[in-house]
Nanobody
Framework: QVQLVESGGGLVQAGGSLRLSCAAS????????MGWFRQAPGKDREFVGA????????AITDSVKGRFTISRDRTKNTMFLQMNTLTPEDTAVYYC???????????????WGQGTQVTVSS
């Protein structure tokens, strides 16, 4: 059974950093693409970034480029989202997801974690 479990969320002051983790099991870690998404209150869920299994190349959305970094540890089947210089606009529930395709499209993601709350205070 594929399972994704996020951790590392919390409350941080503006300008601070957090590192989210996504532990994968059940074959999810070998998915061609694993990604991070977020949903702020009252807004649609949006793409944050993704990492491609075959190359470890990453894609990051423009709004967080230069502040957020995606990586993974294959030995631990864990993906990370390092978030620096956080602003209140980054407040959201952050989800990790896995896709059977090489894709950035949210609709193409097959497996989702339960989400972890990130709150950035001003």
């Amino acid at each position: 059974q594929v399972q994704l479990v996020e951790s590392g969320g919390g409350l941080v002051q503006a300008g601070g950093s957090l590192r989210l983790s996504c532990a994968a099991s059940g074959g999810a870690f070998s998915s061609p693409t694993m990604g991070w998404f977020r949903q702020a209150p009252g807004k649609d869920r949006e793409f944050v970034g993704a990492i491609f299994w075959w190359s470890d190349n990453t894609a990051i959305t423009d709004s967080v480029k230069g502040r957020f970094t995606i990586s993974r540890d294959r030995t631990k089947n864990t993906m990370f989202l390092q978030m620096n210089t956080l602003t209140p606009e980054d407040t959201a529930v952050y989800y990790c997801a896995a896709s059977k395709k090489t894709t950035l499209r949210q609709l193409d993601y097959d497996y989702w974690g339960q989400g972890t709350q990130v709150t950035v205070s001003s």
